[in-house]
Structures are given as C-alpha cells and as structure tokens.
C-alpha cells in the first residue's frame, strides 16, 4: 500500500528521530524548561527576526488552537474562520467547548478577505451577540492555497483597524512558505500577526508544534493555560529536541528541505495528472492536491493507494486529496500515474 493519505502517516524523518535517540539517555528538567528547548527557541527568533517574541512547544495543532483562542478571549468573545476553517470543520467543537463561538464565513478559495472580515464585524455588533475578537486564518489553507504578501498584508490591517487579534495556523506552514507561488516569508508573517504556530506533525516531526505569540498581553500567564488545558508536557525537550533539528540553517535547514520535497512530489503528481486530462477541485500550489477522479477509478486505486475522498461522487466523479509528506519517493508517485493512466 503507498500512502498519499496525510503528511502525519508516517513516524519522524530519520534525522529528526536520530536526534531524539541520541539525547534519549540524557537528563534534563520538564515541561519545555531544558536546554534543547531553550536553543529550539533562540533559533526560531532569529529566523522570524524577532527576540521579543514568545515561544512555546505544544503537543499538537488542536491543543494550540483550544489554548490560544480560550487564553485569549473573554468570555462573550468570539473568533471569525473561514466556513473550511480546521477550528469549525475537524476539530469535533473543542473551540465551542471552551465557551466560545466561531462565527463562520464562506471564504473565497478557502480564504479570508478584509470585506468578509467586515461582514461578520458588522452581523455581531452589540451586546445581544457574540463580540468578534479574534480572526482565525491557516497557511496554507484547508484546500492548499495560499495568502499572498498583500494579502495577508490587508487581513492585519483591518484586524488592526477593527481591535482584532490575528492567529494564523500553520500546520503545513513549511509547504507554505517553500511553494513557488509563495512571496511571504516567515519573519514577514510574523510581523503581521499576533500569534501563529509552526507545524512540526505535518513536517518531518513525531509529534508538536511550534507556537509563536507576539502579542505581549496574550502571552500573559501562557503557561498556565498550557497547563490547565492538559498540554504542557513533562518531557518537553522531546519537542525541543526535534525543532533544534529542524531548524539549524534556518531557511537552508532541514525544515524547509522537508517542505521543498514535499511540494516537489505534490507537483509531479498535480503535472502528471494534468497532462492526463484530469481536472482538479481548486488549484493548491502546496503538498495538497485534489484531483476529480471517476468513482471506479478511485474503488480500483484504493486496491493500492491510501488516500481521502475529498468530497461525495457526483455524476460518476469523485474529488480526492493526495497528500506528500517527508517520506514520498517519486517511484510511489510514478506508480500512482501510471495506474491513472491505465484506468482513465
């Protein structure tokens, strides 16, 4: 069976996980206050420019979103997504759990935009409704497209304009940020918004992510929301270990040479079933792709190829995503065009 199923199928990318066996007998305090964390942490400010920011190593993307949307907002606050937004589709309401609502939007491509921004401001405006206080945005997103500069440079605008607070998650950031269409880099994103998180899970890591919050006030007593929302790990440096690894170089690192390869097998797979007439349900430039296939093709490549079906048949087409991750070989991606090829 060969996997285009998630970026998460499989363990650590060897170098990852050879560092974390060569610290394995070693001892050192928990909870993310160890030495590896603590140069995790110094290389990632320098790379997003910034010493003033905060770092913080979280288990996983959920656990990031749940901590920093119910640390940062009052109780009658609310936080705008995207309807495709991860925090209001595949997160099983532990946004809501927290007490708080999302009020949800149909994105354009699966993104935001300063209009859409107005539009939920002004639905909830008093005190008979949720107040708007936080806007949620992923890069990429959900569908694999991408905020450009601009745009990205006018969502921060208006949430500045409006009093919001602007958390981007970036679960699959690295694909992000090494995509040919990309024109905004880390440290840019950075300036730009109050909070956002580097995903490690989706990138060559065993498990964590990488929270950033620039924003003093919402990194106000942090750690004890960690705590209280059962996210702060006793072996923390295994965390810290993994995103040493994965940023030494910083852009020339092993972080980004993970991310490059896993947009370089998404790309051979998009232009090889292209050139096979196959039509596509949106355009993502990332480690994200979602080829519209004819339902007996996708029955007979589900024989040898795990992947997800994106959406329900209609009229004998079925839209699936192939997902790449560290571990793709071009030989798997072969194999899967040519059986296309055989079936189409």
Same mark, same amino acid.
């Given at each position: 069976?060969?996997?285009?199923?998630?970026?998460?199928?499989?363990?650590?990318?060897?170098? =990852?996980?050879?560092?974390?066996?060569?610290?394995?007998?070693?001892?050192?305090?928990?909870?993310?206050?160890?030495?590896?964390?603590?140069?995790?942490?110094?290389?990632? *400010?320098?790379?997003? *420019?910034?010493?003033?920011?905060?770092?913080?190593?979280?288990?996983?993307?959920?656990?990031?979103?749940?901590?920093?949307?119910?640390?940062?907002?009052?109780?009658?606050?609310?936080?705008?997504?995207? #309807?495709? +937004?991860? /925090?209001?589709?595949?997160?099983?309401?532990?946004?809501?759990?927290?007490?708080?609502?999302?009020?949800? =939007?149909?994105?354009?491509? +699966?993104?935001?935009?300063?209009?859409?921004?107005?539009?939920?401001?002004?639905?909830?405006?008093?005190?008979?409704?949720?107040?708007?206080? !936080?806007?949620? /945005?992923?890069?990429?997103?959900?569908?694999?497209?991408?905020?450009?500069?601009?745009? !990205?440079?006018?969502?921060?605008?208006?949430?500045?304009?409006?009093?919001?607070?602007?958390?981007?998650?970036?679960? #699959?950031?690295?694909?992000?940020?090494?995509?040919?269409?990309?024109?905004?880099?880390?440290?840019?994103?950075?300036?730009?918004?109050?909070?956002?998180?580097?995903?490690?899970?989706?990138?060559?890591?065993?498990?964590? @992510?990488? &929270?950033?919050?620039?924003?003093?006030?919402?990194?106000?007593?942090?750690?004890?929301?960690?705590? #209280? $929302?059962?996210?702060?790990?006793?072996?923390?440096?295994?965390?810290?270990?993994?995103?040493?690894?994965?940023?030494?170089?910083? @852009?020339?690192?092993?972080?980004?040479?993970?991310?490059?390869?896993?947009?370089? !097998?998404?790309?051979?797979?998009?232009?090889? &079933?292209?050139?096979?007439?196959?039509?596509?349900?949106?355009?993502?430039?990332?480690? $994200?792709?979602?080829?519209?296939?004819?339902?007996?093709?996708?029955?007979?490549? $589900?024989?040898?190829?795990?992947?997800?079906?994106?959406?329900?048949?209609?009229?004998?087409?079925?839209? =699936?995503?192939?997902?790449?991750?560290?571990?793709?070989?071009?030989?798997?991606?072969?194999?899967?065009?040519? #059986?296309?090829?055989?079936?189409?």
């Amino acid at each position: 069976m060969i996997y285009f199923h998630s970026d998460y199928s499989q363990g650590a990318h060897p170098k =990852v996980l050879d560092a974390i066996v060569k610290t394995n007998d070693e001892f050192t305090d928990g909870y993310g206050k160890d030495e590896y964390c603590e140069r995790a942490k110094a290389l990632i *400010k320098e790379l997003i *420019k910034s010493e003033d920011s905060d770092v913080h190593f979280m288990i996983g993307g959920t656990p990031c979103n749940i901590t920093v949307i119910a640390a940062s907002l009052r109780p009658y606050e609310s936080v705008i997504a995207a #309807r495709s +937004g991860h /925090i209001y589709v595949h997160e099983t309401g532990a946004i809501e759990a927290t007490g708080h609502r999302i009020v949800t =939007v149909d994105g354009i491509n +699966g993104k935001l935009t300063p209009d859409l921004i107005d539009k939920a401001w002004e639905e909830y405006s008093d005190e008979h409704t949720v107040k708007p206080r !936080m806007v949620y /945005i992923s890069e990429p997103t959900e569908i694999g497209t991408l905020y450009s500069r601009a745009e !990205m440079t006018a969502i921060s605008e208006k949430c500045k304009e409006l009093g919001l607070l602007l958390y981007v998650d970036g679960a #699959r950031l690295g694909a992000a940020l090494t995509s040919k269409e990309s024109d905004l880099s880390i440290a840019e994103l950075s300036r730009l918004c109050d909070a956002f998180y580097i995903g490690g899970t989706k990138n060559g890591a065993l498990l964590g @992510e990488a &929270l950033v919050i620039n924003n003093k006030a919402m990194n106000e007593n942090f750690r004890f929301m960690i705590k #209280r $929302q059962g996210g702060l790990l006793a072996k923390g440096r295994l965390i810290g270990v993994q995103f040493e690894a994965l940023f030494k170089g910083g @852009e020339n690192g092993l972080y980004y040479e993970i991310a490059s390869h896993e947009n370089a !097998m998404a790309e051979k797979l998009r232009n090889g &079933l292209k050139n096979l007439g196959v039509k596509f349900y949106g355009d993502s430039p990332t480690n $994200q792709i979602f080829p519209i296939l004819p339902a007996k093709a996708v029955r007979e490549l $589900q024989k040898d190829f795990f992947f997800y079906e994106w959406a329900k048949e209609e009229n004998g087409m079925i839209p =699936v995503r192939l997902v790449t991750s560290w571990g793709s070989k071009e030989s798997e991606v072969d194999a899967f065009l040519k #059986r296309v090829k055989e079936l189409i």
